[in-house]
């Protein structure tokens, strides 16, 4: 798939910012990546960050010392002047990340003009990350409207299902107003 090897892990909010507060972010995202933190352990980071007492943090019963590591990290960026706003954010980029597959699945199973075998199909393809042709056709014409390669590198344990989903969610969604066919070739 075109520039699948490209897409960030963790998208990043518009806007200009000044090279420390970029890289603030920066390091910000790589702890949150290394530690594995979701979004619901980096809202309660800031949460921390910003003086909420950790037994009044809702939906947090035990937060790991990783979380408390991030806080302290947040508010001393804070501290030099990177602006809340930029983790506040990074917090709903990263929650918007992590619902990209649920937002495939309902593309797939409730947008999509497509059969039931179809449908199972493009689900295979996400949760069993397999490699292949997806071929698109019109079923009036028989047309090939698209066709996606979905490289070996796509299906790999190391790929993340949420830049796989991003990409299959941004081609497919063109055709969400129409009756299509699918057929995949896997590799």
Do not use: W
Not at 100 to 118: G, R
Not at 126 to 134: H, I, Q, S, V, Y
Not at 138 to 166: V, W
């Amino acid at each position: 798939m075109e520039n699948m090897e490209n897409s960030p892990e963790i998208p990043r909010g518009g806007g200009e910012t000044d090279s420390l507060e970029k890289s603030q972010v920066d390091s910000l995202i790589a702890f949150a990546k290394q530690h594995d933190i979701g979004s619901d352990e980096l809202f309660a980071a800031y949460q921390i960050a910003m003086g909420i007492p950790p037994n009044e943090i809702e939906g947090q019963t035990a937060i790991r010392e990783k979380v408390y590591s991030l806080a302290q990290k947040m508010g001393e960026h804070m501290q030099s002047g990177m602006a809340v706003n930029r983790i506040v954010e990074l917090i709903s980029s990263k929650r918007d990340y992590e619902l990209i597959p649920d937002t495939y699945y309902t593309l797939v199973d409730h947008v999509l003009q497509v059969t039931e075998n179809e449908k199972r199909v493009l689900r295979s393809i996400l949760e069993r990350k397999r490699a292949g042709t997806l071929t698109v056709i019109d079923p009036k014409s028989r047309t090939e409207l698209e066709i996606i390669k979905i490289p070996q590198q796509a299906a790999s344990k190391d790929y993340a299902p949420n830049i796989f989903a991003a990409e299959l969610i941004q081609i497919l969604s063109k055709f969400k107003d129409q009756r299509i066919e699918i057929v995949f070739e896997p590799l």
